[in-house]
């Protein structure tokens, strides 16, 4: 069976088995960059992500080093012909996401 969404799946897969997160949403917005000069031509369906992902790894490290572990990770998907276009990451701890928590319980 032929997934409909490779690249979101590759991407799920590759995060999931690199930094073992505690959360984990893809976001594929895609559709809302469809009609970009850059995009017109493109043949994939799946080339802006926003993802959102908590994980011990990120522990004792700043945001853009963060950022730079998940773009390595997904190094060859970002330079591929019809890859990723633009990922926005939002990276977080455990401890953070519990913080976060507790301030919006407030």
């Given at each position: 069976m032929t997934s409909n969404t490779p690249v979101e799946d590759l991407i799920r897969e590759k995060l999931?088995?690199?930094f073992t997160p505690t959360t984990l949403l893809i976001?594929?917005?895609?559709?809302?960059?469809?009609h970009h000069a850059p995009m017109r031509?493109?043949?994939s369906k799946e080339t802006h992500f926003h993802v959102t992902i908590t994980s011990?790894?990120?522990?004792?490290?700043?945001?853009?080093?963060?950022?730079?572990m998940v773009y390595s990770?997904?190094?060859?998907?970002?330079?591929?012909?019809?890859?990723?276009?633009?990922?926005?990451?939002?990276?977080k701890t455990p401890e953070e996401e519990?913080?976060?928590?507790?301030?919006?319980?407030?």
């Open positions: 999931t088995t690199a976001r594929n917005d895609s559709h809302k960059h469809a031509d493109s043949t011990s790894s990120f522990a004792s490290k700043p945001q853009p080093a963060r950022h730079r990770l997904l190094k060859e998907e970002m330079s591929r012909e019809g890859g990723i276009h633009a990922l926005q990451l939002r990276t519990g913080r976060e928590r507790e301030r919006a319980a407030q």
